[in-house]
């Protein structure tokens, strides 16, 4: 039923589409590595680039269908029968064409019309199943293909036995409501399950994913940190969050610990920072900085922690030395020090760091070290010239 999302399944495609992003070229020992961590995610399929593309690239899928993974290993090819042969003595489990079938690409790219399309696919799907793999083939560039031309190659694939079809927005124009109108009309038509990839270009990658499952689509591509060809696919961690906010028994079976793991691993191996914004894996992902906000999420966490932290192996930060830090926050602080504050005092204090804080953020070494001051200051005998006495650096710099 279209708005119920039943058994996701994840086609990671870190070592195909991720392969296709500017700053990747990964060696086969860091592919290993991260197909052991999908792996151990639990992600149901593993997508490499074709084994076509280099000799480097048919000794890297070797190596990885020899690893003996619970995931299963797919490739990614030309619909050829030439390709599919060399991809199915790679040893893999599965086979995922691809055709243009839009105007621009088929006028660009190869030239055919879609019988010719039918035929050559007609000759591939058959040699496949033939070989006892899982098939899928895919329209590349849906979104700017004929609807009409898209059900017409859908239902002859669909007749000719392939596991799913695939649905790409390719160059990630597409919206969420278009992917919802389209993915229905293939859902009509097609017995197979369905294949999402669906490219950022326009903000809309994790969105469009959500919108294909909830319209029917079985499969989704993601790759770890969204890197693909220009900027990216889904994210596998933003793909997560989606889910685990919708209904978390949707993500259950999978070790959502790993996350962060597997994207910091990946960012390291291409040099690149994990962008700021990456839901759950980010530095600043359970990061609370406005006192507003700390004053709600000290008292409980779900008043703007919409993720637990815990779940995906992280946890919350409460900034403290900045000019938005309110006097609950600082008094959260005090009482782990083990120092109470009177009302008057935490007013204080809390004037003192916005005061310095104005000037630069204080570390929270220093936000510490005024606390402590104060409380130092309320162990010592009275001063008869209270007007002398200030605390007020902190011993920071002035």
């Not at 160059?171 to 293939?186: D, M």
């Not at 000037?359 to 220093?366: C, I, M, T």
Request: charged share 25%.
């Amino acid at each position: 039923m279209a708005g119920e999302i039943g058994n996701v399944r994840i086609v990671d495609s870190t070592l195909r589409e991720g392969e296709q992003f500017a700053q990747a070229h990964f060696t086969t020992a860091q592919k290993l590595e991260i197909a052991r961590l999908l792996d151990a995610f639990g992600v149901e399929y593993i997508e490499h680039t074709s084994p076509v593309a280099s000799p480097q690239s048919e000794r890297d899928l070797r190596a990885l269908v020899g690893l003996g993974l619970r995931a299963r290993i797919l490739t990614h090819t030309r619909c050829t029968l030439d390709d599919v042969r060399r991809a199915v003595d790679c040893g893999v489990h599965g086979v995922n064409l691809l055709f243009a079938t839009s105007e621009p690409l088929r006028r660009a790219s190869h030239g055919r019309t879609l019988d010719q399309i039918l035929e050559q696919a007609a000759a591939c799907i058959a040699w496949l199943r033939e070989a006892g793999v899982e098939v899928r083939f895919s329209c590349e560039d849906a979104f700017r293909s004929d609807v009409a031309d898209l059900l017409r190659i859908y239902s002859a694939v669909d007749a000719l036995g392939v596991d799913r079809v695939g649905i790409a927005d390719t160059v990630g124009i597409a919206t969420p409501r278009q992917v919802e109108r389209l993915v229905s009309h293939v859902r009509a038509a097609v017995r197979c399950d369905i294949e999402w990839h669906g490219h950022n270009d326009g903000g809309c990658a994790i969105a469009n994913a959500y919108a294909a499952l909830e319209a029917g689509a079985t499969h989704i591509d993601t790759t770890v940190l969204g890197i693909g060809e220009r900027n990216g696919i889904a994210s596998l961690s933003g793909l997560i969050a989606r889910l685990y906010l919708s209904d978390p028994a949707l993500v259950g079976r999978y070790r959502l610990e790993l996350l962060p793991r597997l994207d910091a691993r990946v960012a390291e191996m291409l040099g690149i920072e994990i962008p700021f914004n990456a839901c759950i894996t980010s530095r600043t992902a359970f990061t609370h900085k406005a006192g507003l906000h700390t004053n709600a999420v000290l008292r409980d966490p779900r008043a703007y922690e919409p993720l637990d932290p815990g779940v995906f192996g992280c946890s919350r930060a409460v900034l403290l030395g900045h000019r938005l830090t309110g006097r609950h926050a600082i008094a959260h602080r005090a009482q782990t020090l083990g120092v109470t504050l009177s009302d008057e005092q935490l007013q204080r204090i809390t004037r003192e760091i916005k005061a310095h804080a104005d000037q630069r953020p204080l570390s929270d070494a220093e936000v510490d070290a005024l606390i402590l001051a104060l409380a130092e200051e309320r162990r010592a005998p009275a001063n008869p010239h209270p007007e002398a006495t200030s605390w007020s650096t902190g011993g920071l710099p002035a």
